[in-house]
């Protein structure tokens, strides 16, 4: 089993910044994979960006240039950068580590936007 835990999120303005973090626990060996996935209300759950074992990186469009994904993995932990937020960037962002066949997930952190 792995768990996880976000933190970092908050309100913020239109043009600021925040740093999410995940730090996972338990059954850490293995994983092939961290991504960042997001809900907005009314909304699918969306993926927002994920790194490789190799810290090989991947972004949605829409933050593409604004968002940065990085791991410790001496810290067993994630992090997600996010610059220049806009009120659509307004969500729950969740945590997700995939492990063989497995996906685990964190409870999510709740991130405001105001315009």
């Known amino acids: 089993q792995v768990q996880l835990v976000e933190s970092g999120g908050g309100l913020v303005q239109a043009g600021g910044s925040l740093r999410l973090s995940c730090a996972a626990s338990?059954?850490?060996?293995?994983?092939?994979?961290f991504n960042w996935y997001r809900q907005a209300p009314q909304k699918q759950r969306e993926w927002v960006a994920g790194i490789g074992s190799s810290s090989s990186t991947n972004y949605a469009d829409s933050v593409k240039g604004r968002f940065t994904i990085s791991r410790d993995n001496a810290k067993n932990t994630v992090y997600l950068q996010m610059n220049s937020l806009k009120p659509e960037d307004t969500a729950v962002y969740y945590c997700n580590a995939v492990k063989a066949m497995y996906n685990y997930w964190g409870q999510g952190t709740q991130v405001t936007v105001s315009s």
């Open positions: 338990g059954s850490t060996f293995g994983i092939n994979a």
